[in-house]
């Protein structure tokens, strides 16, 4: 009896055994048939492509790498200003590294959207899948394509345009097209998806940050812009020129209008209203969804790192470039000379006075009022005491002696890194379609509207108007200049210097902070300027190298020159 | 403070000293009542047939651990239990049981038999004779395990068995967790050997009681095939121990340990860092002649070094602030172990506890393991058994950092600024490097994890009545865990020194604004159940055995994730007294399920155990792979020649054993992600649309649907012997391993501009892994004098034959015939002295006189990615060696255990920092002799150097000798120890990574792997008393 219940309990055991427990679905994903079955799934997927759309709210910002912000350090996106850049290490500059790398080596990524993107086009070219608004959501995601490429085009040049997806084993050999064919391509796209797309939503939109007819005429405007620049337009062709005003001036009086003030502009949560922007990058204080770019960018004085390695710290070289109140810029270059322009009052030993009201909303400067703490950056000459905001109470305090103010919050939001910032990151605004007309109607010989436009940017903050007598070379200065002022830290600077090829004179300066010596018993201060980094542009600069890796396994892909 | 400190260990003691008497108690009364036999004393002498008096024979008492051993004129007296019988055995002898009766004087003669040399070692699903094993199968005995005070058993294997190789990257109490590698690296995939602990693989190694352990295996040749797909990496056998028959033996030990970091960095103090940082500056703003600033002043400096100003000028050392002169850990054990003739059984009971290292840090770790292992015979034919245990552990750490990033608090510690105040003479804590005083850490909430595993295994064996030499076995095993991880973490405030107003001011720390909580709720199960049917049969000289198993097992995993921010207090640490705003909290969740299903057997035959032949197989099946291709055959035969046995040998006196052997096995591997045979979406990559949330799914890798196993080809040869009785004992076996359709993406030679979302794995790598081991050990007796030295050096390296490779690049940096791991490095070759050195040889644009010189190799005329190579040497050693003194000399023992490892190079990252960034310390080794202007011949780069990427500057030659561990001992004479009724009592001190002797890596602990900061290795010091009864 006994050993008939044993041998029982074994053949229980053995009959037990079966391979079923192999058959198991993966509990923690959803198969590829479920996501092109279901309506709510493909909506998912053509939400995720937005992520291809670039932010700048990084760790490192790419203001870094200009003559924005003094930049301490020589690695990641520090290659850029101290000429360290080559082809095998561009990559730390990927915009999936940590610090964000600038968002300025986009290959990897922007192909990768364009793949999700093709895959989701191939798709709904399908008749069986069935979506409502299939119409508009096939036109975002061609903005998106377009808008991808164009990311590219700036960084590296001519880049393959690719439209198909492929698969894996798929060997297709890749080449790069010409600037003009990507421009050609661009606007092809924006051209097929402007009638299907929504005309606007306004920025308290549930909506918003969606790709629109405006924003897809604001790429227009800018990838026009570029294209006529000397960088993109090596024949010169003045009709880019033309075309490129013709594509601003569609959203001149699309029923945008300059936001009133300049610093609520920028530090607004996302879903406020306002009626400049264009075309964001929201954010949203759920879990995952918003930045920290106060944290990152204010100084020791709030806990935050001063921009990493204080490294985001406004240069003196931005500074100098504010005009004064009456109009005038601080500084003329006779003979190429940096001098005081006797004409603007500028006064060295009291230099913060009588600036651009976007100094103050741009810059924290010592004696500046933020948040109603006065920032001290002072250090008295004895060593026995220095101002809280000053390099020497912490080396998160940027040794410049500025601090960026432009994106961060006034009184009543907290700061703090657990706060949830989620002031939009702005791809398009009024202010530069503005911009970018002024400069395409300069080009074609227009002054007038240039100047026009020019001033009206500057109404808004109660500058004086660019005066008729300011013409030529000298209004392109002020052109230029009003750009770098209207749009610092904005992530135009960067690609601005370059498209006018004058990246070879601005981004050799070196870079300057000040000094701020006061004597405690006086209160009096002395300022003087110290150079901080020294910077080297080389030409081939202009254009980013493509991974060395990359190379070698796209023989047809041809790396830029000076970068082999 | 220091007071405190130590006041604070002195509590800490006395409150353990409390508990081992609770738990003495409480393990008293269970086991009461089971004592009370009475004592005689016998004696006796032992000689060898011949009439030489015999040392060093053990003597022991049947079915205890009570023994003793013979004196050099072969002498002995034991003190045994009634009706006792005695075990006389002694290595090459026969051994002889005699029943004590009433006598009190015993002599006896042994005589020389080979088979006695037999050892028993525990292999894949059964046991075998050492003589007559034809596999690659090293081991260590629990014994030799309790001699390391270390924590984590783990690290104790280290040199302790050849081939493998255990590296010990970090000391932190509770994630000190070593590197284990079993001949090397044979796969870039994971490399990780499958652990298999009493019949399952299982996790937590590391965490077993060490007294508890019976032996350990290590299987690194075809011996591993029976483990088939995922034993390619090798298998480690964990046996822990069973009853025995006999009265019950108690066992109970104490230690107590001191433990500190091995090696503490030098790093450079205030006044040599502003010097530092000065010359970084001024190189950074183009090295300007005139109008330049430094930040700090001369003045500066001299006040750094004159201490005349602690506020405003302060010199600190954050080591000496942060780093406890010595941490404490307590662990004590009391198990029983005994039985009869139908049931025997082993209870144990230990406790660890160790306090971390550093000043005002919440770091602890508590581990309490329990263990029963019973086995009854329950009729004549069949025996059931169970053996369960249990892990209470609880982990708690800092709460700035996770598992990943505890290198963070070390950053916070060397790399903080000197210049920067710790703690204010006042007693006001400073903000630290950017807030993060270490020193603060204690008011920052905690990390916490704690889990409570339980193994279970239940056994049942039988002797199938009808048919001789028949056995059926049959196991069920059922694990599981559960695991609660909490991340709290609270506001913390320091002072900063306001040098206008002069006042403390009270400042918020960098970390959270109000209170936050993230809990993780985690549930492991693996039910494992087989049966086994085993078959063994002598006919005359042909030695028959055969097994043939089943096994299906299967693995659940679910997770749930809390989080919630913004508790109005800090109070209560719980979910629900955090905010309830939807803002505030966030959840997660999923499971994850596997399984296995196989067959396995082995046969074996040998010829008059001269002649011995062996075949295992494994034919496996997992769901990670699709269905077609899910299930792999995986065989291995070994064979083996007793040239002892043979009668041309027999003049040959002094060879008692001599054999060799060989081994071919085909294993494989599957440790990688499941399901990359399928195309699936997660949900994430979310977008925020007028700043709401819009649900995103991304999509996983792309699909390889036809995914399989690694294989891995090992070809083993062996050489063993004694000689001299013992006198020399050898081993020699070289081995090489050919792995194949390794599975690997072609993350590098698939262009980016396909835009794929991420690459499966494929089957397409091959690497070779050869090398040997080399054993030696000499046992021996000289008179009251006994001493055991054992050696063991392993080489392996790998070459990788294909990999995928960037295409069309230059072949010095292709893998491609490089061991696994090969880095890539531009070669140094000093630095430029002169502005002339630098204007003559092709240098990066930014580079500077001082800056490290990079060797153009292809001579092109500028220095780019095109001039790296690969290295030849990586990480993990290609030569671990260990040497091991056991010597006894009367009442006292002392061991000593020397490990080491060469042939491997470390790339530190951190090293060359600095004067770069405000708040990045430096070594003292780094800034000695480094270029500056005033120093041109400096043979270290300059401050604020530059270089292209990684280099050989940098790469350190990481070879060391370790004197692991050291233990001195002293056992009670019987005469005392028995009058109180203990058969043995021991008295010992002992110690682990005593001391260390570096090639190359001075300034740090050799064992480490990439950059210095990270948890340092510790030395532990430890007194201990162990008792039996």
């Known amino acids: 009896m006994k050993k008939s219940i044993i041998y029982l309990f074994i053949l229980a055991v053995l009959a037990g055994c079966s391979d079923d427990i192999l058959d198991v679905q993966p509990q923690d994903r959803v198969s590829e048939e479920a996501v092109w079955g279901d309506e709510n799934l493909i909506r998912a997927y053509h939400t995720s492509l937005y992520n291809g759309v670039l932010h700048g709210f990084k760790i490192h910002m790419l203001s870094k790498a200009t003559d924005e912000a003094f930049n301490a350090i020589n690695f990641d996106i520090g290659i850029i200003p101290t000429g360290a850049l080559r082809a095998d290490n561009v990559t730390s500059l990927s915009d999936t590294h940590w610090t964000g790398g600038g968002g300025l080596y986009y290959w990897n990524t922007g192909y990768q959207y364009i793949r999700r993107i093709n895959i989701f086009l191939e798709k709904m070219a399908d008749p069986t899948i069935v979506v409502s608004e299939k119409e508009k959501l096939v036109a975002e995601a061609k903005f998106l394509r377009a808008y991808i490429h164009f990311l590219l085009l700036e960084r590296f040049g001519g880049v393959p345009i690719v439209t198909e997806s492929y698969e894996l084993g798929a060997d297709q050999s890749f080449s790069r097209n010409s600037i003009d064919e990507c421009f050609e391509f661009i606007e092809t796209e924006l051209n097929e998806a402007i009638p299907d797309l929504e005309k606007r939503y306004a920025a308290s939109d549930a909506n918003f940050g969606r790709a629109t007819q405006d924003a897809a005429q604001a790429l227009l405007s800018r990838a026009l812009l570029y294209a006529a620049s000397p960088l993109f337009n090596e024949s010169g062709d003045q009709g880019k020129w033309q075309r490129a005003a013709d594509a601003a001036e569609v959203l001149l009086n699309a029923g945008y209008s300059l936001h009133e003030d300049y610093t609520t502009l920028f530090n607004q949560p996302t879903g406020t209203a306002n009626n400049e922007m264009i075309f964001v990058r929201p954010f949203s204080s759920s879990p995952g969804g918003f930045h920290s770019a106060p944290m990152d960018n204010l100084n020791r004085r709030y806990g935050a790192y001063g921009g990493w390695w204080a490294s985001n710290g406004p240069s003196q070289n931005l500074v100098d470039d504010y005009d004064m109140i009456n109009g005038e810029p601080v500084f003329i270059y006779p003979n190429g000379v940096k001098t005081i322009n006797p004409a603007s009052g500028y006064d060295p030993q009291n230099p913060y006075v009588n600036r651009d009201p976007r100094f103050d909303a741009t810059v924290i400067y010592d004696g500046a009022t933020y948040r109603g703490d006065k920032f001290e950056m002072w250090v008295a000459p004895d060593g026995e005491s220095w101002g809280f905001d000053s390099y020497r109470q912490s080396g998160d305090n940027p040794r410049s002696n500025y601090v960026l103010r432009k994106f961060m919050p006034d009184e009543g939001t907290p700061l703090s890194w657990q706060q949830p910032y989620t002031n939009p990151w702005i791809i398009f605004r009024l202010g530069e379609i503005y911009l970018n007309y002024a400069e395409a109607k300069f080009e074609l010989g227009d002054e007038e509207t240039c100047r026009e436009y020019l001033s009206k940017i500057r109404a808004r903050v109660n500058m004086p108007p660019i005066p008729s007598t300011v013409t030529g070379e000298e209004l392109r200065q002020r052109l230029y200049n009003e750009r770098r002022i209207e749009l610092a830290f904005e992530e135009h600077r960067y690609w601005d210097v370059r498209r006018w090829k004058i990246a070879e004179t601005v981004e050799n300066q070196p870079i300057f902070g000040m000094d701020i010596i006061r004597n405690p018993s006086t209160g009096e201060k002395t300022y003087s300027r110290i150079q901080l980094l020294s910077r080297i542009f080389e030409e081939k600069m202009y254009w980013l190298p493509i991974e060395q890796n990359e190379i070698l396994r796209n023989q047809g892909i041809q790396q830029n020159p000076g970068y082999e | ?583 505030d909290m966030n959840t997660g969740g999923s499971t994850r399920i596997s399984g296995y299903n196989n067959y396995f057997g082995r046969l074996n035959y040998d010829y008059d155990g001269k002649y011995l032949l062996e075949f295992l197989f494994r034919y496996d099946g997992s769901q990670k792979f699709p269905k077609e291709s899910r299930y792999g055959f995986f065989p291995g035969v070994s064979a083996g020649w007793r040239l002892s046995e043979e009668p041309f040998m027999a003049d040959l006196d002094f060879v008692n054993q001599l054999k060799i052997r060989g081994s071919y096995g085909k294993i494989g591997n599957d440790f990688v992600a499941a399901y990359q045979h399928l195309q699936a979406f997660t949900f994430g990559n979310n977008y925020y649309f007028g700043g709401n949330v819009s649900p995103g799914v991304n999509p996983g890798v792309l699909p390889n649907r036809n995914i399989t196993w690694e294989t891995s080809e090992k070809v083993d040869i062996g050489l063993e012997g004694v000689l001299w009785q013992g006198g020399l004992g050898f081993e020699f076996v070289v081995f090489n391993e050919q792995r194949s359709d390794i599975l690997a993406r072609r993350n590098v030679s698939v262009s980016n501009v396909y835009g794929y979302p991420g690459l499966p794995d494929e089957n397409i790598g091959r690497v070779r892994n050869r090398g040997f081991e080399l054993i030696l050990n000499r046992k021996r007796s000289l008179g009251e004098f006994n001493y055991n030295i054992a050696g063991n050096v392993a080489f392996a390296r790998s070459e990788i034959q294909f990999m995928d490779e960037v295409p069309n690049d230059i072949a010095d940096k292709n893998l491609t015939g490089r061991p696994v791991g090969a880095g890539l490095y531009y070669q140094a070759d000093g630095i430029f002295n002169t502005q002339e050195e630098l204007d003559s040889y092709p240098h990066i644009s930014n580079a500077q006189v001082g800056d490290v010189r990079i060797v153009d190799r292809n001579n092109d005329g500028q220095i780019n990615g095109d001039d790296q190579f690969r290295f030849n040497y990586t990480a993990t050693p290609e030569y671990v060696f260990g040497l091991n003194f056991d010597l006894a000399y009367k009442n006292f023992d002392l061991n000593l255990f020397f490990q080491g490892q060469t042939n491997v190079y470390n790339y530190d990252e951190r090293y060359p920092d600095l004067g770069t960034a405000a708040f990045d310390n430096a070594t003292v080794e780094r800034a000695t002799d480094r270029w500056t202007v005033d120093n041109p011949n400096g043979t270290k780069p300059r401050a604020d150097g530059v270089e292209p990427g990684a280099n050989t500057m940098w790469l350190f030659d990481a070879t060391f000798v370790r004197l692991k561990n050291v233990e001195f001992g002293y056992s009670l004479p019987d005469h005392l120890i028995s009058r109180i009724g203990f058969s043995d009592a021991r008295f010992y001190v002992s110690g682990s990574n005593v001391l260390t002797w570096s090639k190359e890596i001075k300034w740090a602990d050799p064992e480490a792997s990439g950059g210095f900061l990270y948890y340092p290795q510790l030395r532990t010091m430890n007194v201990g008393l162990n008792v039996k009864f």
């Open chain 2, 1 to 583: 403070m220091k007071e405190s400190l130590y006041s604070k260990g002195y509590r800490s003691i006395k409150k353990q000293l409390y508990h081992v008497r609770n738990y003495l108690a409480v393990f008293l009364v269970f086991v009461g009542g089971l004592q009370g036999y009475a004592q005689t004393q016998i004696s006796g002498v032992v000689k060898e047939e011949n009439g030489d008096f015999l040392p060093g024979v053990n003597i022991l008492e049947k079915g205890t651990l009570n023994g003793a051993i013979s004196d050099i004129d072969g002498s002995y007296s034991i003190t045994v239990g009634e009706s006792a019988v005695l075990i006389f055995s002694f290595i090459g002898y026969g051994s002889k049981e005699i029943v004590v009766g009433n006598q009190s004087e015993i002599n006896v003669e042994l005589s020389p038999d080979m088979t006695s040399l037999s050892e028993v070692i525990v292999v894949g699903y059964g046991e075998q004779r050492k003589e007559t094993l034809t596999g690659s199968v090293a081991n260590v005995s629990g014994d030799d395990l309790v001699k390391s005070p270390a924590a984590n058993v783990t690290s104790s294997l280290a040199g302790r068995l050849p081939g493998l190789t255990v590296n010990q990257r970090s000391g932190e109490p509770g994630r000190d967790d070593p590197n284990i590698l079993i001949r090397g690296s044979g796969t870039f995939g994971n490399n990780s050997p499958l652990i298999i602990i009493d019949g399952v693989p299982r996790s937590q190694i590391g965490r077993l009681n060490p007294e508890d352990i019976e032996s350990i295996s290590v299987l690194k040749d075809a011996s591993a095939a029976i483990y088939g797909a995922r034993a390619a990496n090798g298998v480690i056998l964990v046996t822990t121990k069973a009853g025995q028959k006999g009265k019950p033996v108690f066992n109970f030990t104490i230690n107590q340990s001191f433990l500190q970091p091995t090696k503490i960095l030098d790093m450079l103090d205030a006044s040599e860092f502003a010097q530092v940082y000065n010359e970084g500056a001024w190189y950074r703003a183009g090295r300007p002649e005139t109008n330049w600033t430094p930040p700090f002043s001369q003045e500066a400096i001299q006040r750094y070094a004159d201490g005349s100003d602690p506020v405003r000028y302060p010199n600190t050392d954050w080591v000496k602030e942060a780093v406890k002169p010595y941490s404490t850990q307590q662990r004590i054990n009391l198990s029983a172990r005994g039985g009869s003739d139908d049931v025997n059984y082993f209870l144990s009971f230990g406790t660890v506890s160790q306090n971390g290292n550093l000043v005002n840090d919440p770091t602890e770790y508590r581990q309490y393991n329990m263990r029963v292992n019973v086995n009854v015979n329950l009729t004549e034919n069949l025996t059931v058994g169970a053996n369960l245990s249990a892990l209470l552990n609880n982990q708690n750490f800092g709460s700035v950092a996770t598992d990943e990033e505890s290198w963070v608090n070390f950053k916070n510690i060397y790399q903080a600024n000197p210049t920067l105040i710790a703690q204010y003479p006042n007693g006001l804590y400073g903000p630290g490097r950017l807030g993060e005083n270490p020193l603060l850490m204690d008011q920052r909430g905690y990390f916490n994890r704690e889990s409570s595993p339980m193994f279970s295994s239940f056994t049942a064996s039988y002797q199938v009545p009808f048919l001789e030499g028949l056995k059926i076995d049959a196991s069920y095993n059922y694990d599981i865990n559960n695991q609660v991880q909490r991340r709290w973490r609270t506001p913390y405030f320091f002072h900063e020194f306001n040098t206008v107003t002069e006042e403390y001011e009270r400042r918020q720390g960098t970390g959270v604004s109000a209170p936050e909580l993230s809990q993780t709720n985690t549930k492991w199960t693996t039910k494992l159940y087989n049966i086994r049917l085993n078959y063994s049969r002598t006919i005359d000289k042909h030695y028959f055995a055969a097994l043939l198993g089943t096994e299906q097992q299967e693995n659940y995993e679910n997770w749930v994730h809390a989080f919630r921010r913004n508790f109005v207090s800090s109070a209560i640490d719980q979910i629900d007294a955090g905010s309830s705003d939807t803002n």
